[in-house]
Nanobody, 114 residues
Framework: VQLQASGGGLVQAGGSLRLSCVAS????????MGWYRQAPGTQRELVAV???????IYPISVKGRFSISRDNAKNTMYLQMNSLKPEDTAVYYC?????????WGKGTQVTVSS
């Protein structure tokens, strides 16, 4: 499974960005998919997860500001990020679980200026 993430960039605090992740397989075959991020000197952390039944999980740090979604016809999942804060600055990675194996895309940099 190949995952191609895009949509990162530089934005001012309070702004919005939408990340996209295109998968090389149909999303119907993916049990769980999500977004993670990693800031310099920190561990990679969960940002949002969507299960195959459509249920979602968000950590408190982004709940109410970030939203994960998917377009099955385009084999693409999205991360809509609103009310961005400088502490959201990180490299964002998309992830999928396919047949019990975790796959990672190359990251996309998100930088939020104060």
């Amino acid at each position: 499974v190949q995952l191609q993430a895009s949509g990162g960039g530089l934005v001012q605090a309070g702004g919005s960005l939408r990340l996209s992740c295109v998968a090389s397989v149909t999303l119907f075959s993916i049990r769980r998919m999500g977004w993670y991020r990693q800031a310099p000197g920190t561990q990679r952390e969960l940002v949002a997860v969507m299960n195959s039944d459509g249920s979602t999980i968000y950590p408190i740090s982004v709940k109410g500001r970030f939203s994960i979604s998917r377009d099955n016809a385009k084999n693409t999942m999205y991360l809509q990020m609103n009310s961005l804060k400088p502490e959201d600055t990180a490299v964002y990675y998309c992830n999928s679980e396919f047949l019990g194996v975790n796959y990672w895309g190359k990251g996309t940099q998100v930088t939020v200026s104060s």
